[in-house]
């Protein structure tokens, strides 16, 4: 069963950087995609930034200039860099694991069940 599961959530005041990680077990197998995507209470879960195994990144339109993703090369592994935190990222950021890329080229937001598998989310608060 292939599991992502995340860690480096938490709570940090707003300009503050956090870095999240993302280990995918059960998959031997190199998975292609792989990203970060985030849900506010009362919100719709939203693409955050997502990496391809070749090497493609993509990110949503809050993370760009802010947030850096990277993956481990050869490993089912991947971070979020997160800088200049706002009060409006505070939300649950879920892991995404996504073998044949369905989810990578869906668009930004969630659109519903793919071939894909997701974590079961971190917190991420931005207060003072």
């Known amino acids: 069963q292939v599991q992502p599961v995340e860690s480096g959530g938490g709570l940090v005041q707003p300009g503050g950087s956090l870095t999240l990680s993302c280990a995918v077990s059960?998959?031997?197998?190199?998975?292609?995609?792989m990203g970060w995507w985030r849900q506010a209470p009362e919100k719709q879960r939203e693409l955050v930034a997502a990496?391809?195994?070749?090497?493609?990144?993509k990110y949503g339109g809050t993370a760009k200039g802010r947030f850096t993703i990277s993956r481990d090369k050869g490993k089912n592994v991947v971070y979020l860099q997160m800088n200049s935190l706002k009060p409006e990222d505070t939300a649950v950021y879920y892991c995404?694991?996504?073998?044949?890329?369905?989810?990578?080229?869906?668009?930004?937001?969630?659109?519903?069940?793919?071939?894909?598998?997701w974590g079961q989310g971190t917190q991420v608060t931005v207060s003072s």
């Open positions: 059960g998959s031997a197998a190199s998975i292609y995609a």
């Open positions: 995404n694991a996504d073998p044949m890329g369905e989810r990578y080229y869906s668009g930004s937001y969630y659109s519903g069940s793919l071939y894909d598998y």
């Open positions: 990496a391809t195994s070749d090497g493609s990144t």
